[in-house]
């Protein structure tokens, strides 16, 4: 499905995420929002869970990934790799997430700070959207358009609070991605990887949890 992935990267709304901008309004913790560079301490680095994280500095989206879903209640879906969210970030930073031991696939987490309840409402969203939208159609002004079928995925209570779900292309069954949203505190962090790959262990989601508990201590 084009446009969840570009090279293992998870397009995620970064609008008004620049490395290095300030957060002016309080988080969902009750402080300011993370920074783009305290969220990049946070991130991870080197090898957890029999993946290698290798953070990057580029951007993720640019003004034509404006992504829209077909039907409205699906649009805090497509809200994840479109550059005008609803709950737009004021901070960000991210990592590719390389499988080792041979394994197939790979992903990313993408880290995103928040203004006071911004997180908590985008987590309640898309609840509410992955319970009505199985089927999914979204598209940019890219140009693409993708068609797909969503199902929500348990967790292990990852984090404050997460949700997981599954997407299978109506082009190609045999092809998908799994995504899972970790929510600490007024920060989200969201994996990406492809369905026929490692999923991405929960050992390692604690750990960038924990991490970003104490990037807001």
């Known amino acids: 499905m084009r446009g969840f992935i570009r090279g293992a990267v998870v397009l995620l709304a970064l609008s008004s995420a620049a490395v290095g901008c300030t957060g002016g309004e309080t988080g969902g913790n009750g402080d300011a929002p993370l920074t783009s560079a305290e969220l990049s301490d946070a991130v991870l680095s080197g090898k957890h869970s029999g993946f290698e994280a290798l953070p990057q500095s580029g951007p993720l989206l640019e003004d034509v990934d404006v992504v829209t879903a077909a039907d409205p209640a699906c649009q805090p879906v497509a809200d994840l790799r479109s550059v005008t969210p609803k709950h737009a970030a004021t901070g960000t930073a991210w990592a590719s ?13 993408v880290l995103t700070s928040h203004p006071e309840g911004g997180a908590k409402a985008w987590m309640s969203e898309l609840r509410a959207a992955l319970s009505t939208c199985k089927d999914f159609v979204a598209s940019s002004e890219r140009g693409w358009k993708d068609r797909g079928t969503l199902k929500v995925s348990p967790t292990e209570g990852i984090g404050d609070e997460s949700l997981a779900f599954s997407t299978v292309s109506a082009e190609d069954p045999g092809k998908g991605q799994a995504m899972t949203i970790v929510r600490t505190d007024g920060s989200l962090a969201v994996y990406l990887t492809s369905s026929e790959g490692e999923p991405i262990p929960a050992a390692l989601m604690k750990t960038q949890h924990e991490r970003l508990k104490e990037a807001g201590e």
């Open 97 to 109: 997430l390389g499988a080792g031991g041979g394994a197939a696939g790979g992903g990313s987490v």
